[in-house]
């Protein structure tokens, strides 16, 4: 059996060589040959530099990807999906927060048939007012979305052969994995485990990045939100005909006794608001489907040191032989 470990980077320098050392001490024990499959997603700092010095310390099994530039963490999966050659497919982050002891669990879960193995972590020192977020955006997200998103579950999986397959034939530009990752099925598992510490560095992680990847999560499956425009809009259309109705009651039986300034500035502004909520709804949805139009590769490779082939027959160009 061989066993692929897709590792996205970005500004990992600090880690990549602890996380290396530590993925490799657990898999030399167990009884398969592997391979790791890091994607630097144009790292500013020298994450790159580190990984050919892993590729030429470790060359029987160690690849690498470069970008031309930062394309996200997105892609970085992508690409290291696309790369990977193993009969099971882990995906990792760098930062050492999936711990590298638990791929021998994922491997004994995978060897009874499942197909997706998920690490579901705890959120054991976490800051509360993120945690109860997150739990809240998780209630409220899954009654919307098609597929179910569970809270504590990342990136951090095994994937069987067919199951890496069927999430490649997926043609989209705007990806979001989690709902992907649940979207393709097969047999699934979960396991817990403690929440782990980043090893070095600092979280890319910001309060508008998690922001933009929640809005993701909530309009990548689903069209509810414009539906539920429908309805406002009829329910608002009945709300006007029985308050014009009112006011003429009124005024047939008391006369005109106010304008109703401040009742038509609310009005106004009120349903001002609203549209422009609408409209910027309808132009997210928009806003995907002419990015998709537009058909452009999900990365550019600025250097590799696996077969340029490789990327030119998945349509993606700029690739380039490790110089």
Known sequence: ?????????YDEEAVIGLFDAEIR???DGLPLDYELCYVDDGSSDGTLEQLRELAAKHPGNTRYVSFS??????????????E?????????DADLQH????????????????????ARRSREGDKAVRSAVSRLYYRLVNKWVDVELKDGVGDFRLLSRRAVDALLSLPEYNRFS????SWIGFDTVTFDYQNAARGAGETKWRFGALLNYGMDGLISFNNRPLRIAIYLGLALVGVAALYAAWITGVALVDGIDSPGYVTLIVAIVGLGGLQMVMLGLIGEYI??????????PHFLVKETN??????????????????
């Open 1 to 9: 059996m061989l066993l692929s470990i897709v590792v996205p980077c």
């Open 25 to 27: 001490q657990n898999l």
């Open 69 to 82: 530039r930062n394309f996200g963490k997105e892609a970085g999966m992508l690409a290291g999906l696309r």
């Open 84 to 92: 990977a050659t193993g009969d099971a497919v882990v995906l990792m």
């Open 99 to 118: 711990p590298p002891e638990l791929v021998e669990r994922m491997l004994e879960l995978y060897d009874r048939g499942h197909d997706q193995v998920i």
């Open 178 to 181: 989690k709902g992907l990752f």
């Open 287 to 296: 806003g995907r489907i002419y990015y998709e139009t537009k058909r452009r």
């Open 306 to 323: 696996t077969p340029r082939a490789t990327f030119r027959s998945e349509g993606y160009r700029g690739a380039e032989e490790t110089r």
